[in-house]
Nanobody
Framework: VQLQASGGGLVQAGGSLRLSCAAS????????MYWYRQAPGKQRELIAR???????NYADSVKGRFTISRDNAKNTVYLQMNSLKPEDTAVYYC?????????WGKGTLVTVSS
């Protein structure tokens, strides 16, 4: 199983980015997908979840600004990030959980300048 995250970059505060995470080799459509982030010097933080049925949950820190979605035909999960803040600067990771297994991508760096 491979998870490849992309879409990170440098953006000004108030801007938007869309992250993508393409999965291969897994039962993507029946697995829950997660986005985590890890800021410098901080623990990894769960920020969004989407179930196989499309139910979503968000951390309070991103609620109302970030949207997680999935395209099962493309085996891809997305994270639309709007109204970005400098405190959103972190490496963002996608995570797939299913069948007793837990898979991680390598992460993509998001830097938000003030």
């Amino acid at each position: 199983v491979q998870l490849q995250a992309s879409g990170g970059g440098l953006v000004q505060a108030g801007g938007s980015l869309r992250l993508s995470c393409a999965a291969s080799g897994s039962a993507f459509s029946i697995n829950a997908m997660y986005w985590y982030r890890q800021a410098p010097g901080k623990q990894r933080e769960l920020i969004a979840r989407i179930t196989s049925g499309g139910t979503t949950n968000y951390a309070d820190s991103v609620k109302g600004r970030f949207t997680i979605s999935r395209d099962n035909a493309k085996n891809t999960v997305y994270l639309q990030m709007n109204s970005l803040k400098p405190e959103d600067t972190a490496v963002y990771y996608c995570n797939e959980v299913g069948g007793g297994m837990n898979y991680w991508g390598k992460g993509t760096l998001v830097t938000v300048s003030s």
